[in-house]
T-cell receptor
Framework: RKEVEQDPGPFNVPEGATVAFNCTYSNSASQSFFWYRQDCRKEPKLLMSVYSSGNEDGRFTAQLNRASQYISLLIRDSKLSDSATYLCVVKGSNYKLTFGKGTLLTVNP | EPEVTQTPSHQVTQMGQEVILRCVPISNHLYFYWYRQILGQKVEFLVSFYNNEISEKSEIFDDQFSVERPDGSNFTLKIRSTKLEDSAMYFC?????????????FGQGTRLTVV
């Protein structure tokens, strides 16, 4: 099983759509969870941390299910500027971040 | 806003040559990382560095790779004898502290092309 596995995508959605990304991780000792976004040929940038209680930041909602080792990201009312690759990232008990391969989202006008 | 800066933005080198990729982490950060991303693939961890020593390294980080923090501000990645498969985007990152959800900030990357 891959350390961090994401929906392969790509996702093509119209503006205003709701889109959900799923991610699973294999290491049950993982401590912290994040969603990053990466624009083409740019560095990853933190979108939001993911907490067990779930958290929301405007149009973005992240959920964590530790028992299932599952993380999700929901984007509501998607904008053209949301087009990017969304990276599920897991931090373990050591110092490293483990990235999923990412899911490409294209929001169309 | 403080940022991680990397130089050069693009480096072209001949196979077998040594390269040094440079990074200036955010000034009050304590944890430093190098990651790489081969075109079309995922971001991969190379090495983490804390308190002037390597904390962890991946299988990719073999004897051809080394890191150094020579002067308290720069953080460098050296590849001694580059191979074609070292061609990738190399990202430096830094983190302020080892809290549960402290953010790692990434530099804009150095695109290394080995010919």
């Amino acid at each position: 099983r891959k350390e961090v596995e994401q929906d392969p995508g790509p996702f093509n959605v119209p503006e205003g759509a709701t889109v959900a990304f799923n991610c699973t991780y294999s290491n049950s000792a993982s401590q912290s969870f994040f969603w990053y976004r990466q624009d083409c040929r740019k560095e990853p940038k933190l979108l939001m941390s993911v907490y067990s209680s779930g958290n929301e930041d405007g149009r973005f909602t992240a959920q964590l299910n530790r028992a299932s080792q599952y993380i999700s990201l929901l984007i509501r009312d998607s904008k053209l500027s949301d087009s990017a690759t969304y990276l599920c990232v897991v931090k373990g008990s050591n110092y490293k971040l483990t990235f999923g391969k990412g899911t490409l989202l294209t929001v169309n006008p | 806003e403080p940022e991680v800066t990397q130089t050069p933005s693009h480096q072209v080198t001949q196979m077998g040559q040594e390269v040094i990729l440079r990074c200036v982490p955010i000034s009050n950060h304590l944890y430093f990382y190098w990651y790489r991303q081969i075109l079309g693939q995922k971001v991969e961890f190379l090495v983490s560095f804390y308190n002037n020593e390597i904390s962890e390294k991946s299988e990719i980080f073999d004897d051809q790779f080394s890191v150094e923090r020579p002067d308290g501000s720069n953080f460098t990645l050296k590849i001694r004898s580059t191979k074609l498969e070292d061609s990738a985007m190399y990202f430096c990152a830094s983190r302020r502290e080892e809290g549960m959800n402290t953010e790692a900030f990434f530099g804009q990357g150095t695109r290394l092309t080995v010919v």
